[in-house]
């Protein structure tokens, strides 16, 4: 497959990159039904980790086996699959090629009662290197007090993934002790986590769809100064990827709760109209049986496909 | 000895592993009464500094000595022998090649008050590499405020063990103020542990048996609308190692407190019938008279290479 | 060019240093306008990491853009442009060789709430090198619980980047728990922060302009004793320039909060009367139109030049 | 000297090790007066440090000399000399392959208030090597809220002490907030802390003399159902001893605070009773007057050679 | 010059460190006026940093200047010169050869608080040997929470300038939270911190001239039994000499606040009269005019050459 205008468009973007960064960051873009097209739909799976097994799995039991989500991830022509060590490294040998993988080096259980979040650093640069992965993943919590932590960490696994090639997709979450509840999905806090994931070296970056919610004061000043459209999702979200270099960097919305159909997929419109550069789809995917997890997948992907 | 096709079968669940790894994993499956049949009976010695030696061998008073547990480990049959680094160290060089020896690779000992419970890193994958040692060990307690710690600690031990062909064995025990006493052994807890445990890396879990108790209230709603079934032991151990990659991993079942030959027998029927991989089984073991102690353990071996 | 005289006095200061770090410091000196007058003006745009895009860029909107910036620098003929990670690492590799560039290795957000303010490390000296960058730069927050943290990365920073023939430029912004929130920009103790960064090895020190306000009672006593003026501006500058080795070390000053540009100029001749080595200015720059920005730059640029 | 049987015996305790440690813990075995008997006497001098100097030495002037104690462990024939960095750098040189030393790898002082008792680290196995050194020793506080990070720091040192061929002895003193004052030394804590001290891999532990009491209800428990007679200093040795591996490591006991004549033989007569591999007496013997502090040592030799 | 006797007779006390430690501990006894008596006067300049420039350098306006201390330290006659990084790589270059310097590789600032006292790290050996240095410097603060820390940092430190033949000056400020303001200069909390640096491996200790105060109860009790005398400032050096190997090891004094030339030059003769190896002198040199502190340095060393 030729280089098509648009992700030779975005690999310009990420030109002080060495070409092993280039080439896997191209993999992904290259990869399934939005192959070329500049956009991307991303399957993770690590609710095993965060929320447990059986709130995971339990929906749709075939979940269990971690053969199932990347056969998933695969059949639905998703750009790429993430997921922790553990589900990595019972596929990794027999799926080796079929999809590319994004390693998560960082997880967080529900089991501890803590006041500052803050995830374990599960797995490695070295791990991903051996398990054939194209990328590694890593999730901050902007607002938490131990969020130096966790910038300080992964600016040290960017630096190792670039000297093997990998580009690095960045979870951004904030919360913690700095913000509200309501906060943690502001579209000032959205977006502001965007930037800080950008200024750290993030290739991509991940955040929730923001809310029409300003957590900040004075940023709330700035937004109302400007009139900054926060009415529509698609508003909200052009402002948070305005906010990642200009739309410069892939900026990509999570599904967050599950919900019916039409609901996500409603949600999806309204990214794509805002200038999102795919989705990154978990529960909404995996907790459906199989069959109708592919077509909402495929739907998904037509919603970007179609987009401008 | 040819190798067995559930061996076969079991080793392929670990394909991304180097063939060390995998040798060593095999070394466990394939020696002692359960040869060959997939299933593992441990006897695991380190109460001697988890509760103190008189706690611990005073009942039969021969236990003192460090000789005596790996010869009943010898004598029982059993696949493997797990113990801290000073019990290894006395034993290692004169026992060398007579069973599979785990080096523990931390351990708490009851003379401190703390509010986080963490065990302190007593061995290294480099200890257990002299002493000729067949696999690590290392124990979780997820629920505890420094679970983070002990998460990290374990990754890079795994890591490290990897390069030197070693499989890890993971003690996954709850704990912390994040759990209530009675949640400690709850099935969701236990459940949530062995999913931890497997994404982590861990080649073999070991965990309690589950009691009928569901501590967090977001599992519950799941248990409850899904009508898992959690009332005898077979059921929850079932879904304990459903939670651990839908069977693909070993899961173990520990004894816990002393009792009577005729409990622990019946518990490990239980376990059994739910589809575990066999018992790491010490205080019941080893506090007992050594003649009665072989007959038990070989009870116990019995009653597992009778299962499905 | 040939070295100017003035040029030749300021790196004879820096008598201990080896050749690399003296060309990258000539580099920054012989850069733009102010080329061989000893002066300097340099660009840092931070405030995208440290206050939140929509506040940073919203006045200006172009400033979304890490293009705009390091193009602003050049086109206004500054010293240098000074960045976070991310932002230069956009543009290094496209305006490879058009202006120094000064990566800047920590960062504070402003979402988490914490009461010892301390900034993470969020680039290495290692990426400095391979985005072709021609100095370092790292702010100390004297007066926080944590300030011992962060001299001590600095002091490790400044001797890697040593090492790699870079100087480093120190933002020295006292703040915390040791301070009122008057006195962090109070004369005494701004020229203390610009005695520590000069100890602790700066080659470049960036602080304040000091207000007429001693904060420490021991302090006070000796401006009384010796009728130390403070009233203007140009004085209290004249004493954080004896404070840093009786004016042999480069200090320049920061712009602040942004201003009309009568003040800003008004401003930069009192810096300038008192013996500054020039402005560091970012807002003020960066969030008006560019005509208007290059202007102002090329102003303070004069300011500086027809200095004595 | 031929290697005496016992001597060889206790050697086969520690199979796993390489021959530089077994030889040097030979040469402390086969050193001065006891030589060849499998029992030890060590003159330690740390109290300069953990209680200062005039407590220590003032009330034999002489003791305030680095030389006098050295020459006091030679002249008495010691079996080994042991004692922190300083004293032993300044008599290793003149003295050396005159007495086995010891250095002591971390200590403790008495001016600050700490609630978590923890010694510094004050020398390393590198300086044990650069000095000539037999052994190194270290302090653990089971019991202390830091005991883990002890642990763990000595588990490391073991390890370095064994690449360069030395053994470890193990300073086991519970203290902390996990105990009582008169907890510290009952008989109970005193046995788990042989037994911690043996599963981290000392060589040699030392412990005080256990007093009458049971700190721990689960161990008083049994302590009363299988009648472990605690009466006698003898009966409290013999658990202490048989606590660490049944007898198979070499356990010697502090003289503790200073006392007369009558009274430290007495003790050391309960000790040889109980079968203690020896004693550490560092107050008892260098606050002395130097002849008496000789017959002293010698009287202690006495009673140990003539034990069974 | 020909190795005095003296010179030999000090340097035989430090008989297990290698020829380069030697030959730079002998290079300061060399050196001035002092060269070859076996006393030391040093300069040190580090309190730009530890109290602010105004307060240091304002009395004596030259002293702004870094190289107006070094070169008072030449015109005097001085042993060697003191100062923190950024002062010493000012002066290093052009001076290089004309005074043996100390780079103090610990500093703190009075701009923060805080509620156990502890130095940074604001140097490293590699930087005193690119420096070309003869020694290290540091402070340790017993009495403070984080003593321990400082003990291992510099135990670290000791070691890592051994291996570059570099001697180690401890400066020891007992200080924090286990001693009582007066306590801080008591006479047996003097000696103790003198011990303690002793037996951290201390080549020269610097302690500030006790006071007639004991601190600790238990060592009031021995002062008492033992009538030992703490009346006249020499009683009290003496015993911190004796209190440092039996005076085997240089204990040098610091000057202490400024104040006149009879009062500085009775407290030199007190000392010089107890056996102190010399004095640290340095607000009460680069505060007076350079005249009157090059006189006073004389008279100062003239004190120590005249004293037996």
């Not at 929320?51 to 991830?73: C, I, K, M, T």
Request: glycine share 10%.
């Amino acid at each position: 497959m030729p280089q098509s205008d648009r992700v030779k468009q975005i690999l310009s973007w990420y030109g002080s990159d060495n070409p092993g960064v280039k080439t896997n960051l191209a993999r992904m873009l290259n990869h399934g039904t939005l192959a070329g097209t500049g956009k991307m739909v991303i399957l993770p799976v690590a609710q095993g980790f965060e929320h447990g097994p059986v709130r995971s799995f339990q929906p749709n039991e075939a979940g269990y086996d971690p053969d199932y989500h990347v056969q998933l991830a695969i059949d639905s022509g998703c750009n790429a699959y993430a997921a922790p060590l553990g589900f990595l490294e019972f596929v990794a040998d027999r799926f080796a090629g079929q999809v590319p993988l994004i390693l998560k080096l960082n997880n967080s259980d529900t089991l501890a009662k803590v006041e500052q979040p803050c995830s374990a650093v599960t797995g490695s640069v070295k791990d991903a290197v051996r398990l054939g992965c194209t990328a590694i993943g890593y999730t901050i919590y902007p607002g938490s007090g131990l969020r130096n932590r966790m910038y300080e960490d992964l600016r040290q696994l960017i630096l190792e993934a670039k000297d093997a090639g990998l580009p690095t997709v960045v979870w951004a979450y904030p919360r913690g002790a700095g913000l509200s509840k309501e906060g943690e999905q502001a579209v000032d806090v959205t977006a502001y986590a965007a930037q800080i994931s950008a200024q750290l070296g993030a290739h991509v970056i991940k955040i929730k769809p923001p809310k029409d919610h300003i957590e900040q004061a004075e940023a709330k000043k700035v937004f109302e100064k400007y009139n900054i459209p926060t009415k529509t999702l698609a508003d909200r979200v052009r402002h948070c990827v305005q906010s990642a270099f200009n739309g410069k960097r892939i900026v990509i919305f999570s599904g967050g709760e599950a919900k019916d159909t039409p609901a996500v997929l409603e949600e999806v419109k309204g990214l794509a109209e805002g200038g999102a550069f795919g989705s990154i789809m978990g529960r909404n995917a995996f907790q459906r049986p199989k069959a109708e997890a592919v077509k909402l997948l495929q739907d998904v992907m037509g919603v970007f496909k179609n987009a401008k």
